[in-house]
Nanobody, 132 residues
Framework: QVQLVESGGGMVQYGGSLRLSCTAS????????MTWVRQAPGKGPEWVSY????????YYTDSVKGRFTISRDNAKNTLYLEMNSLRPEDTALYYC?????????????????????????RGQGTQVTVSS
């Protein structure tokens, strides 16, 4: 069965860095685009970043552009999110999710992540907490 397992979260101070990983199994990882999604307490889920199946197309939500970098290693079935210059507003549960189709930039910018609608599998998530 499909499994997505995140790791790398934690508590950091303002301006700190973290690297999240998502290890995938149960499907041909190199055939699918992947996303990172985050959900802060009391808020809806938000796409953070998307990467296509071979890694040459990436999107980022505006608030993380220039600070976060998504990447993948298809040989290791692993997705990454390098997060730098972290801010308290980045505090959230971060999870990787497999979208049901290739996302366009307009869709990524205009539609929220909806479990079962535009992504079909997700991990349990890893908590990121940034203190001021």
């Amino acid at each position: 069965q499909v499994q997505l397992v995140e790791s790398g979260g934690g508590m950091v101070q303002y301006g700190g860095s973290l690297r999240l990983s998502c290890t995938a199994s149960g499907f041909i990882f190199s055939h699918y685009g992947m996303t990172w999604v985050r959900q802060a307490p009391g808020k809806g889920p938000e796409w953070v970043s998307y990467i296509n199946n071979n890694g040459d197309i990436t999107y980022y939500t505006d608030s993380v552009k220039g600070r976060f970098t998504i990447s993948r290693d298809n040989a290791k079935n692993t997705l990454y999110l390098e997060m730098n210059s972290l801010r308290p507003e980045d505090t959230a549960l971060y999870y990787c999710a497999r979208p049901k189709w290739k996302l366009s930039s307009s869709y990524f910018d205009g539609r929220p992540p909806l479990d079962g609608i535009n992504f079909d599998y997700r991990g349990q998530g890893t908590q990121v907490t940034v203190s001021s």
